[in-house]
């Protein structure tokens, strides 16, 4: 019988095993170097679930809630579990999956397509089952079929929207799990059993409920989000939207790409109303407002610049001369910046910001007073006076778009009523299925990596490789203080993926299986693979969002 080499990471053992052996009983014994449950094992850079057979040898690192890796895979047996729950009592209705909230995902139960509300006692009983199910602590298994066999177990269980999505797949099986009795695809990897999942709440939210999960730096604690009452309703009004125009998962976009080039541009066209509708409101509400200066913040790859632009542009309908000001001329000189905990200069802390200039310079042009403006030489990595010189007119607002925007100590000299402040994201509705959402952060990291190559010189392996610290800057400086926008802007396109696509793949390929980010990189191509590709790029408009991460838009950058 043939033999592999396995090298255990927690024990530094070396081990000759039988080729076909299963990682599960090798997790066992290492539960005790781990302070979370193991849920699954990178075999070198490739993720395998513990119950796999293994072809191959290889070093074994154990995957426990203390990564990304393992929440995700988490998450995915939790809802299995949620959904066995559900289709005890409500055979004939669906689970969706619509969108996070901080460490919970918001879901609703739709019957015949309309949401179907809760009651507490409904809640409490279905958290009970779950419970039950977890105790019981049933065996994930996965099986490969053909899709004719699939498509089968689809219908039997009235699963119109995974055959509508696997008629575009180009690959002849399916892989679904089952669970006792209960069948279910995700996209994605699994933990062993549901004995591993005992960390979840279920709360009643609007039309539909919260699944709470534990995070990262917590994970065997699952503590209620705080209440994210204007995140919340632009998800809603979002999703309501894609309703509308009959856009709600990736079948139904690529059933829409299917048909021709006509119906894709008529779609193109619809999404950038939509944004210009937006933008407009906006700019409408900023004028009745009565504030002086405009405040723009959100995550990497927002689209943020565009944003900006675009507004500027809406302004100037509405009769004003907006006066844009670059946060990064108002950096502290090089040898003041702060430092992060590796000894780097971190230049998206706030006291990287000359505060004190900047807020006196603000005050000074509210009150009508001259100001001359600095310009910062990244070269030198010190200010300069340029001798440029500017004063405020009546109908000219300060425009200033940068990461701690809506950190009221960024603008602290200025009265509250003062400034108007925005929030950008691309808050993806999309999923691939009712069970298997698009996370907002993919959408983010795929433009990333395709603007990082055009327009930076970088490689999908570095924007990978630096994305985590990016996501850490997030976290600290900009998602705490999304709550006090005054508006928020929803940049995400609903046909973005299959355009990202064409562009997207080619480098993720790339990405060497010698690379830590090749598991990451495997995952974003294998999600790239249920879209229909979007080839003529001629039909997205110069001024649409999307131009600023693949290029030849309208606006200078």
């Known amino acids: 019988m043939k033999e592999i080499l396995l090298k255990i990471l927690d024990t530094n053992e070396e081990l000759r095993v039988p080729a076909g052996e299963k990682l599960l009983e090798y997790a066992k014994r290492c539960w005790k170097y781990h302070d979370t449950p ?48 559900l289709k005890e009592r409500y055979p004939n209705c669906e689970l969706w999956v619509l969108h996070s909230l901080d460490n919970a995902l918001y879901c609703e139960l739709r019957c015949d397509g309309i949401p179907h509300p809760l009651s507490e006692e409904e809640i409490q009983w279905i958290k009970a089952r779950m419970n ?54 995700y996209y994605g990897y699994m933990p062993p059993s549901t004995g591993v999942l005992k960390w979840f709440d279920l709360v009643k939210e ?136 590796e000894g780097n200069y971190d230049f998206e802390s706030l006291e990287a910001i000359d505060l004190k200039l900047f807020n006196e310079h603000l005050s000074m042009l509210i009150e009508g007073r001259e100001v001359e403006l600095p310009k910062f030489d990244f070269k030198l990595g010190r200010r300069i006076w340029s001798g440029q010189k500017i004063k405020l007119e009546r109908n000219q607002p300060i425009v200033i778009e940068g990461i701690h925007g809506l950190n009221e100590k960024l603008t602290s000299s200025v009265d509250r009523s003062m400034k108007f402040k925005i929030y950008v994201s691309a808050l993806t509705q999309l999923n691939l299925d009712p069970h298997n959402r698009i996370t907002t952060t993919d959408t983010r990291l795929l433009r990333r990596i395709i603007r990082d190559y055009k327009f930076r010189g970088h490689s999908a392996t570095d924007t990978l490789k630096m994305w985590p610290s990016v ?87």
């Open 132 to 185: 039950q199910i977890v105790a019981h602590d049933l065996i994930f298994e996965k099986g490969e079929y053909y899709k004719d066999e699939a498509f089968k177990i689809f219908t039997q269980h009235n699963d119109r929207d995974r055959i509508r999505l696997f008629r575009f797949r180009k690959k002849k099986t399916i892989k679904l799990y089952k669970c006792g009795d209960h069948y279910d695809y």
């Open 206 to 341: 609007s039309e539909g409920f919260l699944l709470v999960l534990p995070d990262q730096k917590d994970p065997l604690t699952v503590s209620r989000p705080k209440p994210l009452v204007k995140l919340s309703s632009v998800f809603y009004e979002y999703a309501r939207w894609l309703d509308v125009i009959g856009v709600r998962t990736v079948a139904d976009l690529n059933e829409i790409i299917s048909r021709g080039e006509r119906e894709v541009a008529e779609l193109m066209i619809i999404n950038e109303a939509l944004h210009e509708k937006k933008i407009s409101q906006i700019a409408e509400q900023f004028a009745n407002s009565g504030a002086r200066l405009i405040l723009i913040a959100g995550p990497s790859s927002s689209g943020k610049t565009t944003f900006a632009k675009r507004l500027l542009v809406q302004l100037r309908v509405h009769g004003f001369k907006p006066l844009v000001i670059s946060l990064d001329d108002y950096f502290v000189d090089r040898e003041l910046t702060p430092r992060d905990e």
């Open 471 to 557: 996501r850490k800057g997030e976290e600290k400086y900009i998602f705490p203080f999304q709550e006090e926008a005054d508006v928020m802007f929803n940049s995400a396109i609903v046909y973005e993926w299959a355009v990202l696509k064409i562009f997207a793949e080619q480098l993720l390929v790339q990405v060497s299986p010698e690379e830590r980010e090749y598991t990451e990189a495997l995952r974003l191509m294998k999600l790239l693979d249920y879209f229909l590709p979007i080839t003529n790029l001629e039909d997205i408009p110069r001024t649409s969002i999307l131009r600023e991460f693949i290029g030849r838009s309208a606006f200078k950058y």
């Open 38 to 85: 193991i849920v699954a094992a990178r075999l070198d850079n490739t993720i395998v679930e513990l119950t796999r057979p293994l072809e191959r040898g290889g070093t074994v690192e154990f995957i426990d809630l203390r990564c990304l890796d393992g929440l995700r895979i988490y998450q995915r047996g939790v809802l299995f579990v949620l959904n066995m729950a």
